[in-house]
């Protein structure tokens, strides 16, 4: 089955600690997107990539670092200088056309 | 800056028709797509409308006209299921995607 995998759902952690986010795709994809969705509101670009080793900011990518080393991993970190961590983040790959295949999100609460 | 507005919220019955309409302004425009959300799920994709005029899959239909810078999504024969949260969002340069802040869709028996 292809699809896109985010682990885990849920995530806890304390203010002033890094956090790392996997998403991992069997699509065979080159793009991959990482979202923020927060209470309410729409999703939120965060850093993207097109191909692998290449990856350019989104809309709010501060306190925010990504790499792109393999075709099927995008691995997002959240790190101690985002001010507002805690929402529902959503990974996405694209094959050539225009629609973007969701993973099911991890919900990130830092306390 | 780069908008696209949406109604918060709609209601309808089973078996209704309902119309959710996006309005946009953002620099750069590719097409305008759909997608369907249903409480802490993943986005699904529904549509996508490059060019002016309606598009149907289905039950649901999606319409775009360029010059006024405005979509909507037409859902027929609603069923319970449908009831979700539904994004506008235009694709910009390099396959980019803005989105609206979403329409919630309530269907009551």
């Known amino acids: 089955d292809g699809g896109i995998t985010q682990s885990p759902k849920y995530l806890f952690r304390k203010e002033g600690q890094n956090v790392t986010l996997s998403c991992e795709q069997n699509?065979?994809?080159?793009?991959m997107y990482w979202y923020r969705q927060d209470p309410g509101q729409g999703l939120r670009l965060i850093y993207y990539?097109?191909?692998?080793?290449?990856?350019q900011k989104g809309d709010i990518a501060e306190g925010y670092s990504v790499s792109r080393e393999k075709k099927e991993s995008f691995p997002l970190t959240v790190t101690s200088a985002q001010k507002n961590p805690t929402a529902f983040y959503l990974c996405?790959?694209?094959?050539?056309?225009?629609?973007?295949?969701f993973g099911p999100g991890t919900r990130l609460t830092v306390t | 800056g780069q908008s696209l507005e949406q109604p918060s919220e709609v209601t309808a019955v089973e078996g209704a028709i309902v119309q959710i309409n996006c309005t946009y302004q953002?620099?750069?425009?590719?097409?305008l797509s759909w997608y369907q959300q249903h409480d802490g799920g993943a986005p699904t994709f529904l549509s996508y409308?490059?060019?002016?005029g309606l598009e149907e899959t289905g039950r649901f239909s999606s319409f775009l006209s360029r010059s006024d810078s405005y979509g909507y999504l037409l859902l027929q024969e609603l069923q319970m299921k449908d009831s979700a949260s539904y994004f506008c969002?235009?694709?910009?340069?390099?396959?980019?995607?803005?989105f609206g802040t979403g329409t919630r869709l309530l269907v009551s028996p």
């Open positions: 996405a790959s694209r094959d050539r056309d225009h629609e973007q295949y």
């Open positions: 699509l065979n994809h080159d793009a």
């Open positions: 990539s097109q191909i692998v080793n290449d990856f």
């Open positions: 953002t620099s750069g425009f590719y097409g």
């Open positions: 409308n490059a060019l002016d």
């Open positions: 969002a235009v694709t910009t340069g390099f396959q980019k995607l803005v």
